[in-house]
């Protein structure tokens, strides 16, 4: 429900108004509540904007170790979704690192070399 601030130019009072659509806000004339005047200014009191999200699949390596140092969570989290898919924890990351240099180091069923 949009919500809109103004202050009269009659007597200076502020108030906010609320119109169940942005329809009905352009289709309403707003008065003062305290002197009936139409003599209205819209007041901002708060922008909110909206940033471009952020592509991580174009960083380069350098790029995204600074994301990584930077030690913020949900640039990481966001990172890690854009460039593998969501499916890559970084901190299950030293595991499987260690269980691949595992699999690596043993030796292989049947091979009967030694």
Do not use: W
Request: proline content about 5%.
């Amino acid at each position: 429900m949009p919500a809109y601030d103004f202050r009269c130019q009659q007597c200076g009072s502020e108030f906010e108004l609320f119109y169940k659509s942005y329809a009905a806000y352009d289709a309403a004339t707003p008065t003062c509540p305290t002197c009936g005047s139409v003599q209205l200014d819209r007041v901002i009191r708060k922008v909110s904007v909206q940033q471009p999200e952020r592509d991580f699949s174009r960083m380069n390596a350098n790029e995204m170790l600074n994301v990584l140092e930077s030690g913020n969570e949900k640039q990481v989290e966001k990172m890690f979704e854009q460039v593998a898919g969501g499916g890559t924890d970084p901190r299950r990351a030293a595991d499987a690192h260690q269980a691949a240099q595992a699999q690596q180091a043993s030796p292989k069923s049947g091979d009967n070399t030694g």
